[in-house]
Each structure stands twice: as C-alpha cells, then as structure tokens.
C-alpha cells in the first residue's frame, strides 16, 4: 500500500510558523469541507469506516495521533505529528484514527460535502466492495 503524505511549506519569521494549504496546488481537490476534531477522549478511537467516493488530507495541526489505514489487503499506521505534514487518503480505504494526545487538533479537508450514504461503516460491506471491485478490473 503505498502511503502519501504532503510536507506543506511553512512560512517562518521571527513571528512564528503559518502553513497556508490551496485546492490544486497544495490540496490535490477541490475543498468542499474542513472540520476538525478535539478533547477526544483517552483510549477512543475515531472513525472505523471507508468512503464510496470521499477523498480527504488529515492534518494534525497541534498535538499528534496515529491513523490505521486498510485497503482490504494490507495495513499501515501513520502517525501523524507535524502541523506541516497531511496524510491523503483516498476512496475505499478503511480508516482509523487513535492514540490523540490530549491536546490534539485533527483537521480535516475534505473533496466533498457531508453525505451520510457515502460511508461505508460495516467491515465485512466494505471487504466485498474492495473485493468485488478488484474482480471487476480483471
Ligand atoms: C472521516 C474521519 C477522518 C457532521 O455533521 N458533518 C461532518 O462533516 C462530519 C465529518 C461529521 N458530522 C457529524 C456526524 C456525527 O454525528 O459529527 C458527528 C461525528 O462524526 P463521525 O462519527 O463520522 O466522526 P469520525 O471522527 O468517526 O469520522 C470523521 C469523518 O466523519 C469521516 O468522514 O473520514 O473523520
């Protein structure tokens, strides 16, 4: 499975650190959506689904977290610990988010608006989409 992660170009001075992110420059989509997650609790983890269509950049943009994606054959951890860096994730990809240190900031860009018919949030459904669709290219 092959990972991407973006390093985004932080803009320093003696002010301080700005990271400024731009759909199709810096954001391989069109951003329809941001949302962020924080004060999750100790121990939880986030997310246990896939999407039909939704494409989305995770940035931790101050604490850290790790994300577990699986594409029905394969698993990775991805920690995620830079304001600078997002970890694309693509369609079809089951994804977990855990282990947030207590001060963690997850946003989230996202290519498309919230549709509640666009998540997969049953395992073995999301296995027989990723496989039938394997079949289908053959
Ligand atoms: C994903 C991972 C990384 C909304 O009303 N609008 C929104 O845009 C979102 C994302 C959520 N919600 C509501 C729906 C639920 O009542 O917020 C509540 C929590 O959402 P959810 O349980 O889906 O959150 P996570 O952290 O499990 O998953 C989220 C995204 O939903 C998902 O697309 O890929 O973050």
Redesign the pocket.
């Known amino acids: 499975m092959q990972i991407v992660k973006y390093v985004f170009q932080p803009h320093g001075d003696d002010r301080g650190q700005l990271v400024a992110l731009e759909e199709y420059r810096d954001i391989p989509f069109e951003i329809k959506?941001v949302?962020y997650?924080y004060d999750t609790v100790a121990g939880v983890v986030?997310?246990?689904?896939a999407?039909r269509t939704?494409e989305?950049i995770?940035v931790c943009i101050h604490g850290s977290c790790k994300v577990r994606l699986d594409n029905g054959y394969e698993k990775k951890i991805i920690p995620l610990e830079r304001p600078y860096e997002g970890l694309y994730?693509a369609n079809n990809m089951w994804?977990e988010?855990y282990d947030f240190s207590p001060d963690a900031v997850l946003m989230?860009l996202?290519s498309d608006m919230?549709d509640e018919q666009d998540?997969i949030r049953d395992y073995d459904d999301f296995i027989n989409c990723v496989k039938n669709k394997s079949l289908k290219k053959i």
């Open positions: 959506r949302y997650m986030r997310g246990k689904h999407h939704l989305q995770l994730i994804r988010m989230v996202a919230y998540y």
